[in-house]
């Protein structure tokens, strides 16, 4: 997979500081997401330190990682559905997240790899929504939905200013 | 609130790991809940790093602080139920996260201290529904729901082995 890339790798750079995703962020999780023929997938081997209870990993990482496969899947479904390819020197769409919802089928172990596949829906052509399942190994522990929009104008403007 | 309890102060030690509250873990965000009347407070200071687009808090940064919230003010609530309260001796009980729903409102800004009340409802002995809102300042800019319920014993067994 070396010479493939992510979605992440190719957000415009002032998007790229995502804690979850983005590249430019020394102290993130550099989470990946990769289009594979109808579906996306996300590999991330948790920290450590990403513990709930020792052995198994946080629900925060967990939900984290699915908010960012969430993004990252929209973005690779309409960068695609409008023509382009990774790579091509078109810049790819970045979506935000407007809601996430996470269920925890069991506890996840901390020690193995996690992969996350992420299946795209578009109902709107700003609006995306994405089921994503996580598996430890073959074990499906967690299951998640993000509805992605693309990032408005707006969002760059603090609210407060 | 100095001389005032979290409910993350009380859990026993074996539990006090979680890389969102446990004060055990050196590398985590310490979110620490408290007993107000008739809800919970949490207040964390997002760190620098904890970025979405620079300016704005990370979702997967506020989905965790809802579940740490969602899941302390459940143990919060159940103890008192029970007729406790902290630092009278007893131990209080530990929740886990079955499910996590998160809308996000609008940007939530990374500069002042977040605060995040929790609500709730019994909807059985061992599982509990709170309902969290996330406030920058006077603005609400997330919402969530947690299902948590008390600890089964077999979440310290990894599944495989």
């Known amino acids: 997979m070396s010479e493939k890339l992510a979605i992440q790798d190719c957000y415009p750079d002032d998007y790229a500081w995502c804690y979850g995703c983005g590249r430019l962020n020394p102290e993130g999780h550099h989470f990946k997401t990769y289009w594979e023929e109808d579906h996306t997938k ?3 081997q948790p920290d450590p ?3 709930a209870i020792p052995g198994f990993v946080y629900g925060g990482i967990l939900a984290s990682l699915i908010d960012c496969a969430g993004t ?3 973005a690779h479904a309409l960068h695609r559905k409008e023509g382009h390819q990774l790579g091509d020197g078109s810049v790819p769409p970045r979506f935000v997240t407007a809601s996430l919802n996470v269920t925890y089928l069991k506890p996840t172990p901390q020690t193995v ?3 996350v596949i992420g299946r795209v829906e578009e109902i709107h052509p700003k609006k995306w929504k994405v089921q994503l399942d996580v ?3 073959e074990e499906k522990c967690v299951v998640g939905e993000v509805v992605a929009v693309v990032m408005p104008d707006t969002f760059i403007k603090p609210i407060d200013k």
Chains 1, 2 share one sequence.
């Open 72 to 74: 990252g899947s929209a």
């Open 113 to 115: 790899p996690l992969t």
């Open 135 to 137: 598996f430890a190994q």
């Open 42 to 44: 996300t590999i991330y």
């Open 49 to 51: 330190a990403h513990t």
